[in-house]
């Protein structure tokens, strides 16, 4: 499928409050004289739509340039106004909320700085557009059936001290280091003789997969060395670190110099990775680049792996921008698909997660800015009962930019089995 150009221009809007704004417009292209809202025109409007930044304005206009040379005004001014209605609403099917869109009109004997809000001008002849503002708090619907899980089974637990510094030792390699006095608690709290630790462990793709995870961060796309998901509670109740305070983590990881530490925020029903701006990662190899406290060594002189510094518990993650230029948006309809459906992309040859999300009112996924001429896998599934619901499908990325997933009904040792094929 050809990925048609959207047509954007600039003009000078009046502001709400009073000032002049510089606004993009992109034209949405109807058939000739036509108003019925084809699936091109959805494409159109949905392309649109998408390439606005958050919290930033974009005008729908909706006249060619031939429609406004050879149409009479009460033409135009029908023509136009039927088309943005119908745009409105396919806006409104798709999420977009009512109280960030404004349908407009410019008096045909006024300059486009004039546009006016027409529902006060019913009878105004003029060209009927639709002003919209994509707000930064504006979800994005991602295909994911639910959250991150945490497996209770996997939870490693351990007790420290309040007081004094202290380390836990995970199954997988990972080692933290708590600071003495690192919470807000315990030497305040005379009730408080010991903090309880919780820690799961996510470094294989199929760990990652299992619970959920991805890897973006503000849609821009992250490879990671290992995650990491921490709790610590005193008598229950759970605790923070104290404004300041660092913990030491160490990863069995390959050290790469463009690692960066990044905290997990759960929003859109994933987690959205942000850069921890104070922490840092540093080799260990024998030697560190940072300091490395004496306890990490124990008999093990030529430890091999990572230290990162940070200043957060909850979700941690190891990780680097994976940045190219040559990219692809890739479109997948997946048949039977619903609100408890997930839909993601494995890469093979890293450990790299994408979720799709929805692109349109139909219910079609997009992944962004794929890297052309990767390995991956692209999978919609869904547990039915006892079974899986599965629609998967092995392909080479940049060869095509439209993909069909049909669902099929699967055992879980079956769907498992395709899951541990991810490492």
Same mark, same amino acid.
């Given at each position: 499928?050809?990925?048609?150009?959207?047509?954007l221009?600039?003009?000078?809007?009046?502001?709400?409050?009073?000032?002049?704004?510089?606004?993009?417009?992109?034209?949405?292209?109807?058939?000739?004289?036509s108003?019925v809202?084809?699936?091109?025109?959805?494409?159109?409007?949905?392309?649109a739509?998408?390439?606005?930044?958050y919290?930033?304005?974009?005008?729908?206009?909706?006249?060619?340039?031939d429609?406004?040379?050879?149409?009479?005004?009460?033409?135009?001014?029908?023509l136009?106004?039927s088309?943005?209605?119908?745009?409105?609403?396919?806006?409104?099917?798709?999420?977009v909320?009512?109280?960030?869109?404004?349908?407009?009109?410019?008096?045909?004997?006024?300059?486009?700085?004039?546009?006016?809000?027409?529902?006060?001008?019913?009878?105004?002849?003029?060209?009927?557009?639709?002003?919209?503002?994509?707000?930064?708090?504006?979800?994005?619907k991602?295909?994911?059936?639910?959250?991150?899980?945490?497996?209770?089974?996997?939870e490693?637990?351990?007790?420290?001290?309040?007081?004094?510094?202290?380390?836990?030792?995970?199954?997988q390699?990972?080692?933290?280091?708590?600071? !003495? *006095?690192?919470?807000?608690?315990g030497?305040? /709290?005379? %009730?408080?003789?010991?903090?309880? +630790?919780?820690?799961?462990? #996510? =470094?294989?793709?199929?760990?990652m997969?299992?619970?959920?995870?991805?890897?973006?961060?503000?849609?821009?796309m992250?490879?990671?060395?290992?995650?990491?998901?921490?709790?610590?509670?005193?008598?229950?109740?759970?605790?923070?670190?104290?404004?300041?305070?660092q913990?030491?983590?160490?990863?069995?990881?390959?050290?790469?110099?463009?690692?960066?530490?990044?905290?997990?925020?759960?929003?859109d029903?994933?987690?959205?990775?942000?850069?921890d701006?104070?922490?840092n990662?540093?080799?260990?190899?024998?030697?560190s680049?940072?300091?490395?406290?004496?306890e990490?060594w124990g !008999? *093990?002189?030529?430890?091999?792996?990572?230290? /990162?510094k %940070?200043?957060?518990?909850?979700? +941690?993650?190891?990780?680097? #921008? =994976?940045?190219?230029?040559?990219?692809?948006?890739?479109?997948?309809?997946?048949d039977?698909?619903?609100e408890?459906?997930?839909?993601?992309?494995?890469?093979?040859?890293?450990k790299?997660?994408?979720?799709?999300?929805?692109?349109?009112?139909?219910?079609?996924?997009?992944?962004?800015?794929?890297?052309?001429?990767?390995?991956?896998?692209?999978m919609?599934?869904?547990?039915?009962?006892?079974?899986?619901?599965?629609?998967?499908?092995?392909?080479?990325?940049?060869?095509?930019?439209?993909?069909?997933?049909?669902?099929?009904?699967?055992?879980?040792?079956?769907?498992?089995?395709?899951?541990?094929?991810?490492?």
């Amino acid at each position: 499928m050809k990925t048609p150009a959207i047509l954007l221009m600039f003009f000078v809007l009046s502001s709400a409050v009073g000032q002049n704004k510089e606004i993009p417009e992109a034209f949405i292209m109807f058939p000739q004289s036509s108003n019925v809202i084809t699936f091109e025109v959805k494409y159109y409007i949905d392309q649109a739509y998408d390439k606005i930044p958050y919290g930033e304005e974009l005008i729908f206009t909706f006249l060619s340039k031939d429609e406004c040379k050879n149409k009479n005004t009460g033409c135009k001014t029908t023509l136009s106004k039927s088309r943005a209605d119908l745009a409105y609403e396919y806006l409104l099917e798709k999420g977009v909320m009512e109280k960030d869109m404004k349908r407009i009109i410019v008096p045909f004997d006024k300059k486009k700085k004039d546009a006016i809000d027409y529902r006060s001008f019913t009878n105004q002849n003029g060209e009927y557009s639709i002003l919209v503002y994509k707000s930064s708090d504006a979800p994005t619907k991602y295909a994911v059936g639910e959250g991150p899980v945490l497996d209770p089974a996997k939870e490693q637990k351990f007790i420290i001290s309040p007081c004094y510094e202290d380390f836990v030792y995970c199954s997988q390699g990972t080692t933290i280091r708590f600071p !003495e *006095n690192a919470f807000y608690t315990g030497c305040e /709290m005379a %009730s408080c003789d010991t903090l309880n +630790i919780s820690v799961w462990e #996510f =470094y294989s793709k199929e760990d990652m997969f299992n619970a959920g995870l991805t890897t973006l961060s503000n849609r821009k796309m992250l490879v990671s060395g290992g995650m990491i998901y921490i709790k610590a509670f005193c008598n229950g109740r759970e605790l923070e670190l104290r404004p300041g305070m660092q913990i030491d983590i160490t990863m069995p990881v390959k050290y790469d110099d463009n690692w960066k530490v990044f905290e997990g925020n759960e929003k859109d029903n994933v987690v959205n990775w942000a850069e921890d701006k104070e922490g840092n990662v540093g080799q260990i190899n024998g030697e560190s680049n940072i300091e490395v406290p004496g306890e990490y060594w124990g !008999e *093990n002189e030529q430890m091999i792996g990572i230290l /990162m510094k %940070s200043s957060n518990l909850g979700w +941690i993650n190891c990780d680097l #921008f =994976y940045e190219v230029e040559n990219t692809q948006d890739l479109f997948v309809q997946v048949d039977r698909i619903d609100e408890k459906t997930t839909v993601c992309m494995v890469f093979h040859d890293m450990k790299s997660i994408l979720p799709g999300y929805y692109f349109n009112a139909d219910k079609a996924i997009k992944f962004e800015k794929v890297p052309r001429g990767k390995k991956v896998t692209i999978m919609a599934f869904k547990k039915d009962g006892n079974e899986m619901l599965v629609g998967y499908k092995q392909l080479l990325t940049g060869l095509d930019n439209k993909e069909g997933l049909a669902m099929q009904r699967m055992s879980l040792k079956d769907f498992e089995l395709i899951v541990k094929s991810f490492n």
